[in-house]
């Protein structure tokens, strides 16, 4: 699988979870140990991951295009995202995010994630 199919699979996931309104699914894509930087305070692990997507509005809905993307290692894909968060009350917010995907035995699963907020 190339790198842009591997970054795709797992963004994939995550964007359904989230549109889904799922937090637990979507932590099911992080590392047990994965360093979550939201737009509050971070977060390390699924519980954390969780806890900030189930505290987030129904109708949160996620749009992502790849901006950059890097082979660290064998086992360690990082990508450079535009995320646009849609809401159903309020105008959307796109926000930039970096994500570092660590191998999982056949699967792949988030371990780093940093959002940060560009004018």
Known sequence: MSDA????TVLDRWKSAVDAHEPDR????FTEDAIFQGLHPYAVGRAGVAAY???Q???LT???EIREIRR???DLVLGYLEVEF???DRPALTVHLGVLLSRAGNDWLI???QVSRLN
């Open 5 to 8: 199919q591997i970054l795709r």
């Open 26 to 29: 979507v932590a099911s894509y």
């Open 53 to 55: 997507y189930a505290a």
């Open 57 to 59: 509005p129904l109708g």
């Open 62 to 64: 996620a749009a992502y």
């Open 72 to 74: 660290l290692a064998d």
């Open 86 to 88: 849609g809401f159903t």
């Open 111 to 113: 371990a780093h994630y």
